[in-house]
């Protein structure tokens, strides 16, 4: 398989996170956004959305990360990253569309340098961020405080694809200098990730592409 991602794109570090926790491997393809290499014919003959992750596996190309996980998942069962009972399944795809489809579009790079082109400067920018990063965590800490099950992950002791969401969304926010300190249910879990091999290896510091 080949990874075609960006190594601070939230997207594509939810997936690397998700080939490492079931053990496979893919050939990294830096795409550099700022170098809008995202957009060159080349990769949109590719992904014809012109955005990242894209993952190769044969002749297959796969695109948007939920579906990928979802893929992996289906393919590559164990280790699991949903849990069996269709209930907490529920739980855990709410989670993670609550992170992708609510809050990392409204900050990721395609905004923000929408927002440069509407002549908002870089205090805008960064107070636009944080105002939907702060609405976003507040209620992933009240669904974590009303919903969840307490444990060291977003379900119980058993980390999966809401984790996997949730780490690179911190991370960014947190390159973003916002405030995290009002969600602990938040950022425990988070702590909790970070010491497992496959969300610590796959960090973006350690991309060839972060040089």
Not at 121 to 139: K, M, P, Q, T, V
């Amino acid at each position: 398989m080949e990874l075609y991602g960006f190594f601070r794109s939230s997207a594509s570090y939810r997936v690397r996170i998700a080939l490492a926790f079931k053990g496979l491997s893919a050939t990294p393809r830096a795409v550099s956004l700022p170098k809008m290499e995202h957009k060159a014919d080349a990769f949109v003959r590719l992904n014809p959305q012109g955005l990242v992750p894209a993952l190769v596996d044969g002749a297959l190309v796969l695109t948007q990360s939920l579906a990928i996980m979802e893929y992996l998942e289906e393919t590559q069962p164990e280790p699991a990253l949903l849990p069996k009972d269709p209930i907490e399944r529920a739980y855990v795809r709410a989670f993670s569309q609550a992170i992708c489809c609510d809050i990392h579009p409204l900050n990721n790079v395609r905004v923000l340098k929408h927002l440069d082109r509407l002549g908002h400067d870089e205090a805008a920018r960064n107070a636009w961020y944080a105002h939907w990063i702060a609405e976003g965590f507040r209620s992933l800490e009240a669904t974590l405080a009303t919903r969840g099950l307490g444990g060291r992950f977003v379900l119980g002791d058993t980390p999966g694809m809401a984790d996997i969401c949730l780490v690179p969304q911190v991370f960014n926010a947190q390159r973003f200098n916002c405030d995290v300190t009002p969600y602990p249910l938040v950022m425990g879990i988070y702590e909790n990730c970070m010491a497992l091999d496959c969300f610590e290896a796959t960090h973006p510091k350690y991309l060839s592409d972060a040089a």
